[in-house]
């Protein structure tokens, strides 16, 4: 069994730029959480993808968003980048209707310049 | 609105003495709650959760945490604390009444627990 995965490990961007991070999540889940941790904080809900279809939304722009594929992976995109997106940026996965745990992967840091 | 707090930014403990990272929560109903401990420039791994039943549970490394619903709180104890016990502990509600909250988290801020020799 594989745990989640997330590319790349870290990313440097200029202010205005677009990004796009990526997960695979652990096998045998459906569902996949996106978070933002800034540094010193706890993880923010960014959304969670289900079926396909965004499902659930924290307190995010719609310059945040992403895409979940056929086989569960997932992408977040951020466009017109700012200095204040500059986090550690977590997905987890989960198993829909099952255990309701989440598992995290090692996330992507991002840092805007 | 569901919330979270972890009144100790950082808790200093002697190795072999017991540990205990407190957490307090908020929520319309029954909370789903978790633990999860973060070592440097690493993502977040699940120590235990409380769903519902008995309100002691246990979990990985020798931690348990034990669910009080009239004090609203969820503390994270280890018996024996170990070095390696040293990271950022997060506790985290889930509110299943809530709309479309699977998968939704509320953290807390963290807390940083030191675990001298």
């Known amino acids: 069994e594989t745990g989640v995965t997330q590319s790349p490990t870290h990313l440097i961007k200029t202010r205005g730029q677009q990004v796009t991070l990526r997960c695979s999540s652990q096998s045998g889940h459906n569902t996949v959480s996106w978070y933002q941790q800034a540094l010193g904080q706890g993880p923010q809900f960014i959304f969670q993808y289900y079926r396909e279809e965004e499902n659930g939304r924290g307190n995010f722009p719609p310059r945040f968003s992403g895409l979940q594929f056929p086989n569960y992976s997932s992408e977040l995109n951020v466009n017109a980048l700012e200095l204040d997106d500059s986090a550690l940026y977590l997905c987890a996965s989960s198993r829909r209707g099952t255990t309701d745990t989440q598992y995290f992967g090692p996330g992507t840091r991002l840092t805007v310049l | 609105a569901q919330s979270v707090a972890q009144p100790e930014d950082q808790v200093n403990v002697a190795e072999g003495n017991p540990l205990t990272v407190k957490c307090t929560y908020s929520v319309s109903g029954n909370p789903y709650l978790f633990w999860y401990v973060q070592y440097p420039n690493r993502g977040l791994q699940f120590l235990l959760k409380?769903?519902?039943?008995?309100?002691l549970v246990k979990g990985s490394y020798g931690f348990e945490a034990e669910f009080n619903k009239s004090q609203t709180s969820f503390h994270l104890k280890k018996p024996s604390a170990l070095v390696s016990d040293s990271a950022l502990y997060f506790c985290a509600v889930r509110d299943p009444a809530e709309a479309d909250s699977w998968g939704k988290l509320q953290f807390g801020a963290g807390t940083q627990v030191v675990v001298t020799p």
């Open positions: 409380y769903i519902t039943g008995d309100n």
